[in-house]
């Protein structure tokens, strides 16, 4: 059986087909106001982009789903978690002041922004998961305590997990930066005939776990966190990391933390994801880059997986731009993901959540 997943597209012609009464629209289509009650403490879980990033969803958009959830008589609030490397969200001064700076204030979406790990990443919540990787995650202490959750994702690659979905947003980005140490837990090393000794690796890397030593790079792998910042501003491709047996282990241990973010609400939470700019990298970094295909539209569901399932159909069913950093699979029906980060395999992602029992690959998509 396949779970029903809305798609809008994105074209306009009058006030009624405009993208806010979209997602007012879809909202209302995935049946979310059923999931919300009366006085909920409704988490709106987004990413508020690191400084330098313009590709995360709109404010304007956002405002749309808090009105919709303030329509239910709830509370709603936006909220992300602390990041495990240093930049402009490593605390909630410097997080709240990023998501003010991107439009993500009172003025603006009609609901107050709140860090959901904390000032420094320690209001934390034990759940008890018990799966392959982990028995318990830990998982930020708001969203755990949340009656009922909307998930909002800018759908893009992910240089190591192959795309960044609603999985990825539940997994990393309902954890605190202990949660996320818990999940990378693979170390990359050097490619010495490639490192040309530039020291961008080392200046990122928020352990100090990366010296230039005889104009190359040495990552003391003892130290390293796994965060994966090193090979995101190599240029060179010198840093790299075990795919074969390190990567799988990591998508697993992403999946169960999705799992452990939903845990107790499992039927209280809604999801979009956001077809538009689909970028090579993470809204993490602080650039955006050249889109890889062209926009496509604005997904709901209440089923994580098919959603992404859907997502990642969907972008591979495009034509891919040339003149951006994907570097193969331009062609209608291949892998974009793949195509522009060689060794990533983004569906391992839906597999896996769909053996946990989080939801379904297959999909029934119904366009409003």
């Given at each position: 059986?396949?779970?029903?997943?809305?798609?809008?597209?994105?074209?306009?012609?009058?006030?009624?087909?405009?993208?806010?009464?979209?997602?007012?629209?879809?909202?209302?289509?995935?049946?979310?106001?059923?999931?919300?009650?009366?006085?909920?403490?409704?988490?709106?879980?987004?990413?508020?982009?690191?400084?330098?990033?313009?590709?995360?969803?709109?404010?304007?958009?956002?405002?749309?789903?808090?009105?919709?959830?303030?329509?239910?008589?709830?509370?709603?609030?936006?909220?992300?978690?602390?990041?495990?490397?240093?930049?402009?969200?490593?605390?909630?001064?410097?997080?709240?002041?990023?998501?003010?700076?991107?439009?993500?204030?009172?003025?603006?979406?009609?609901?107050?922004?709140?860090?959901?790990?904390?000032?420094?990443?320690?209001?934390?919540?034990?759940?008890?998961?018990?799966?392959?990787?982990?028995?318990?995650?830990?998982?930020?202490?708001?969203?755990?305590?949340?009656?009922?959750?909307?998930?909002?994702?800018?759908?893009?690659?992910h240089i190591v997990s192959g795309f960044g979905g609603a999985i990825k947003n539940l997994a990393m980005g309902c954890a605190p930066p202990e949660g996320k140490k818990d999940q990378h837990q693979a170390h990359p090393y050097t490619i010495g005939e490639r490192c040309i000794g530039c020291g961008k690796c080392a200046a990122v890397c928020p352990k100090s776990a990366i010296k230039i030593v005889k104009k190359k790079s040495a990552i003391n792998r003892s130290v390293c966190i796994g965060c994966f910042e090193c090979m995101t501003v190599c240029a060179e491709r010198a840093i790299d990391i075990d795919w074969a047996t390190e990567i799988p282990k990591f998508i697993e241990r992403l999946v169960e933390y999705a799992s452990g973010a939903v845990k107790g609400k499992e039927k209280r939470v809604g999801y979009f994801n956001f077809l538009t700019r689909i970028t090579p990298d993470c809204d993490c970094v602080p650039w955006s880059d050249a889109p890889i295909v062209p926009d496509i539209g604005i997904l709901a569901s209440m089923d994580p997986v098919a959603i992404d399932s859907a997502s990642f159909d969907l972008v591979n069913d495009q034509s891919g731009f040339s003149d951006s950093l994907l570097r193969m699979h331009y062609k209608k029906g291949q892998d974009k993901f793949s195509g522009t980060w060689e060794e990533t395999n983004g569906y391992q992602q839906v597999r896996y959540a769909e053996e946990l029992g989080m939801g379904n690959c297959r999909y029934e998509l119904i366009t409003i």
């Open positions: 059986m396949s779970s029903p997943v809305y798609f809008a597209g994105l074209r306009a012609r009058d006030e009624k087909t405009s993208t806010v009464s979209k997602i007012k629209k879809l909202f209302d289509h995935a049946g979310f106001g059923a999931i919300i009650a009366k006085r909920d403490r409704t988490a709106i879980k987004l990413h508020f982009g690191e400084l330098g990033n313009d590709s995360f969803i709109s404010p304007v958009f956002v405002r749309q789903v808090v009105e919709k959830v303030k329509e239910c008589g709830a509370l709603p609030f936006l909220t992300d978690t602390n990041t495990l490397y240093q930049g402009s969200r490593s605390n909630a001064v410097d997080h709240i002041m990023t998501a003010i700076l991107h439009g993500f204030d009172y003025a603006v979406v009609g609901a107050p922004v709140i860090i959901a790990d904390g000032l420094c990443g320690k209001n934390v919540a034990k759940v008890t998961i018990k799966r392959k990787h982990f028995k318990r995650v830990t998982i930020a202490g708001d969203i755990a305590a949340a009656d009922s959750m909307i998930v909002m994702t800018h759908f893009k690659a």
